[in-house]
């Protein structure tokens, strides 16, 4: 069994910058892949960003691509997002996940889910 547990989320002004954090306690050897969806009140959880814990591959959906950076630090167990010139639409519930698949596409590719943090962007 993979807890996770997300932090970091709150209130930021459009264009500034917020860094999630998700610990993973009780790690399993079949996990492979560390990632991060989001959901917005009234839409469906989306894909934002994927990494293996080795650190050899990461994937972002389009709508982040060149502003999130996902990472990891395999000797603290966790993976961060580091959000960049972030937008008023990158408001949302950020959700960690743990999956033994790669690549990442849908939320049921997931194993494990953390209990999700707000992220809130203002205008």
């Known amino acids: 069994q993979v807890q996770l547990v997300e932090s970091g989320g709150g209130l930021v002004q459009a264009g500034g910058s917020l860094r999630l954090s998700c610990a993973a306690s009780?790690?399993?050897?079949?996990?492979?892949?560390m990632d991060w969806f989001r959901q917005a009140p009234g839409k469906e959880r989306e894909f934002v960003a994927a990494i293996k814990w080795s650190g050899s591959s990461t994937d972002y959906a389009n709508s982040v691509k060149g502003r999130f950076t996902i990472s990891t630090d395999n000797a603290k167990n966790t993976v961060y997002l580091q959000m960049s010139s972030v937008k008023p639409e990158d408001t949302a519930v950020y959700y960690c996940?743990?999956?033994?698949?790669?690549?990442?596409?849908?939320?049921?590719?997931?194993?494990?889910w953390g209990q999700g943090t707000q992220v809130t962007v203002s205008a």
């Open positions: 996940a743990a999956s033994r698949r790669w690549p990442i596409i849908q939320p049921s590719d997931n194993a494990y």
């Open positions: 009780g790690r399993s050897f079949s996990i492979i892949t």
